[in-house]
């Protein structure tokens, strides 16, 4: 069973809506983190989350916001949507201790 | 900031050529090296990390060895098979940084049989 679980898979919004994508975890890391990976940019950090506070933020834009309500939980609000958001966005857990990332499978979203 | 460099976007090789994909990066101390694999429709996986000079990764047959004199952390394999078809990302953690990931831009590897 996947231990980083990444809900939806696939998901399809229209420009301007608000999408919350999900990310749970089992393996009982205090870190947890999300990546986006489109077809312009490889692999890019957004936010770093410890102990459910912000560690680092690395998007520019207000619109992109974490939400940790729960220790194994870290989702990502995404508000004002726009094409260019169209991307495949991962959560992963891992932490300073053990300095080693693992990665959800993702939730790739389409906006319209 | 931190960068790591990944000359091939491309790699195409028959089933049990050597490879040999180069991953050279640009932090000041001792950052950690990790090569992490991707397959279509999944989150990259961890293949192996260094942490110090002269420390070799291994992983499924695959290798690394950190060169702190050259900066590079090249990925290689002595035979390849079809399963290894994949994207391959070489990626460091600053030691400054809270394990934040920077990765390269991702070598594309297609194994034919």
């Known amino acids: 069973d996947p231990k980083i679980i990444q809900k939806p898979k696939y998901l399809v919004a229209v420009t301007g809506s608000e999408k919350i994508l999900i990310c749970e975890q089992y393996?009982?890391?205090?870190?947890m983190y999300w990546y986006r990976q489109s077809a312009k940019k490889p692999l890019e950090f957004m936010f770093s989350y410890s102990y459910q506070k912000l560690m680092d933020n690395q998007t520019a834009s207000s619109r992109f916001q974490p939400q940790s309500s729960k220790k194994n939980h870290l989702d990502l609000q995404i508000t004002a949507l726009k094409p260019d958001d169209s991307a495949t966005y991962f959560c992963?857990?891992?932490?300073?201790?053990?300095?080693?990332?693992?990665f959800g499978a993702g939730t790739r979203l389409s906006v319209l | 900031g931190d960068s790591v460099t990944q000359t091939e976007g491309q790699v195409a090789l028959s089933e049990e050529d050597f490879l040999t994909i180069h991953c050279n990066y640009s932090a000041s101390g001792y950052p950690a090296l990790f090569w992490y694999v991707q397959y279509p429709g999944e989150g990259p996986q961890f293949l192996f990390r260094a942490s110090r000079d002269k420390e070799k990764g291994s992983s499924r047959g695959f290798e690394a060895t950190y060169n702190k004199e050259t900066t590079s952390f090249h990925l290689q394999k002595a035979s390849v098979q079809e399963s290894d078809s994949a994207v391959y990302y070489c990626a460091l953690i600053a030691s400054s940084s809270f394990s934040k990931l920077v990765f390269g831009q991702g070598t594309s590897l297609s194994v034919v049989p």
């Open positions: 992963a857990i891992g932490g300073q201790s053990q300095n080693t990332l693992y």
């Open positions: 393996l009982g890391h205090n870190a």
